[in-house]
């Protein structure tokens, strides 16, 4: 526990390459889009107008703002979803610099999820708007977000340290885990409310993380009927789970890293 706690003080003593880390990542992600950062408020945007033009017309009368209500959900997954996916590749992208010289190598995957961070709060703008200009109240709830956001990249940084450490023994985690992605985005009610679901599987979605953290972030910016004990409590449960295996995970193999980069 002693040394875990250790490396944590090491990343923080190389705070500054995780600045220019995070820098550089974001940098990269657009270095040949003529529309450069700009994408990270449109990205969202088409996304919804996708889920909109097709679902709208199923979902929109008894959900009220359900334009909002994707926006929301879109928003949080591509947080989560972005930033661990790309951190799948964190050590094995990084492999001539982590042979080279000494560093903390989970600040690598920590990275990522802070651009991932970064990313998210830029793409609030046209969440706001939306909410804003459909007439939509903000909640007194709005004082929760830095929380909800915290827990959530608690929970992605976990995951990252998983499949990034994961990747480096075993090269398939990584297209193992995108078609994971691909499933759980189905399964964390970003487009269609829980209530269509049976009766049955209904009480299941207590097992998706991603479903508290969407249903948390909802409730912060403009539904309180989303704010309800057992999104606050599972939520955070899962976010320290993740963020305990992940860099067990981690710690048990980051020595052994470095010889099968």
């Known amino acids: 526990m002693v040394n875990s706690l250790g490396e944590a003080k090491e990343i923080f003593r190389y705070r500054e390459l995780l600045r220019n880390l995070v820098s550089r990542d974001i940098k990269k992600r657009y270095k ?5 950062f700009l994408w990270v408020m449109l990205d969202p945007l088409l996304m919804l107008l996708v889920f909109y033009v ?3 017309g199923i979902f929109g009368r008894s959900m009220g703002n359900y334009s909002a209500y994707v926006m929301s959900g879109i928003i949080m997954w591509q947080f989560f979803s972005q930033g661990t996916k ?3 590749l964190a050590f094995l992208q990084n492999r001539n610099l982590i042979n080279k010289v000494y560093l903390p190598k989970a600040i690598f995957p920590l990275s990522i999820v802070a651009s991932s961070l970064v990313h ?3 793409s609030l703008v046209p969440l706001f708007i939306i909410i804003l200009s459909s007439g939509t109240k903000i909640g007194l709830n709005l004082a929760l977000l830095p929380y909800v956001v915290g827990i959530v990249f608690i929970f992605s940084f976990g995951m990252a340290l998983t499949v990034s450490t994961l990747a480096v023994f075993f090269h398939d985690v990584v297209y ?4 994971l992605l691909l499933g759980w985005m189905y399964l964390s009610a970003i487009f269609y409310p829980v209530s269509i679901l049976p009766q049955k599987l209904q009480p299941l979605m207590s097992l998706n993380p991603l479903y508290h953290f ?3 972030f909802r409730a912060s910016l403009y539904d309180t009927a989303f704010l309800t004990a057992e999104h606050l409590v599972l939520g955070s449960a899962f976010a320290l789970l993740s963020l305990s295996v ?3 995970i981690y710690y048990r193999n980051r020595d052994r890293i470095i010889f099968y980069l």
């Open 86 to 88: 790309v951190a799948s």
């Open 32 to 36: 040949r889009s003529a529309l450069g």
């Open 246 to 248: 992940g860099w067990g």
């Open 176 to 179: 193992i885990y995108d078609v």
């Open 54 to 56: 097709i679902f709208s």
């Open 214 to 216: 969407i249903s948390l």
């Open 120 to 122: 998210f709060i830029f």
